[in-house]
């Protein structure tokens, strides 16, 4: 819970902030891309590069939704609380050299992703909207 909370903080909580009046798509695209290449670390602690380039992609996709989830309107907590319950989860299966799961856990974080976003975009059009009937 500690390293989810760290992240959070640090990739949610101050830099998806700070990119935001760029936008939603910049601000959750690279907040997920920098996260994801934190990722990519594990090179250097003898992580073979095929489990290193799932996990950078597996880290992008729970970074888009983690993102996703704090622009919709949800506590930073619930992010740290998902990130942790997903640390945890894969900590009690590292002993199963299938990537298998990975592997369907990344395809539901699309799915997720996808919804997220188009919830997303709405709310934001709604913002948008609403702004410019204040300005006129």
Known sequence: MIVAFIEEIIFRGLML???LPKGIRPAVLTSSLLFAITHSLQLLDGQSLETTILQITYAFFIGMVLSLLVVNQ???IIAILFHGLNNSLIMM???NDSSIY???IILLMIIYTVFLWIRALKTDGVIAMKNREIAI
Do not use: A, C, E, R
Request: no cysteine.
């Open 17 to 19: 902030n700070i990119l």
């Open 74 to 76: 949800q506590s930073i």
């Open 93 to 95: 299966g590292k002993d």
């Open 102 to 104: 990975t592997y369907i």
